[in-house]
């Protein structure tokens, strides 16, 4: 019988780590994410990969996490974590703070389960193709207002990927929260030229 895995995650800025700690049992092994970006995918996490190494070795027989979106920001990354640790490894995943169990004690998926799964399968296919249509609509009208700038030569690199990098998906998101150019640079250790690019793009977006 493996051990139970208490997983958390915190970004490196703003957040408690107070409620996710207070939830933890003696006997429990804890895997710590810490400032670490909820859009950066979970197999890419340090603790997250490391959970998921340890569930496929059988040394974890049950993960704990205090709520579902610690596992990811994005419907397609938590599904795609539930999918590998109870669908392939029939590891349950608790959340505590929604009362979700993926698996009951016989191993097999609860109702609860297979509802959040097909919800997230239609979410995360639906955002895929809302944001897809909505970056190429904003390039269509930057190029009918003659601001759209393309791509520099030699790069294979479009808007929607430019955004979808971790650190300028961070940029977007605290530009959202109102923080300024200088606040961000400090926080995130970046240029204000990157900051500025970030703006941009999403300007161009927005105005579509």
């Not at 974890?60 to 795609?80: C, F, H």
């Not at 993926?102 to 979410?123: A, C, R, Y």
């Amino acid at each position: 019988m493996g051990a139970t895995a208490y997983y958390m995650r915190t970004s490196h800025y703003l957040q408690s780590i107070g409620t996710q700690i207070d939830r933890i049992e003696a006997d429990w092994i804890v895997y710590q994410d810490e400032g670490i970006s909820g859009r950066i995918p979970f197999k890419m996490r340090p603790a997250g990969k490391k959970l998921l190494d340890d569930v496929s070795t059988g040394k974890i027989s049950k993960v704990v996490t205090l709520r579902i979106d610690r596992l990811g920001r994005s419907t397609q990354d938590i599904l795609e974590t539930i999918n590998k640790i109870s669908m392939l490894h029939k590891v349950p995943v608790v959340s505590i703070n929604e009362g979700i169990t993926t698996l009951n004690e016989k191993g097999d998926i609860t109702p609860m389960t297979g509802l959040l799964t097909n919800i997230l399968s239609s979410l995360s296919e639906f955002f895929y193709h809302t944001n897809r249509e909505k970056i190429m609509a904003g390039v269509e009208r930057a190029k009918l207002l003659n601001r759209y700038k393309g791509r520099k030569t030699g790069s294979k690199e479009d808007m929607d990927k430019f955004l979808s990098k971790p650190k300028n998906a961070k940029i977007k998101e605290l530009l959202d929260a109102k923080l300024g150019i200088r606040s961000i640079s400090r926080v995130l250790g970046c240029s204000p030229n990157l900051i500025y690019k970030v703006k941009e793009q999403v300007a161009l977006i927005d105005a579509a």
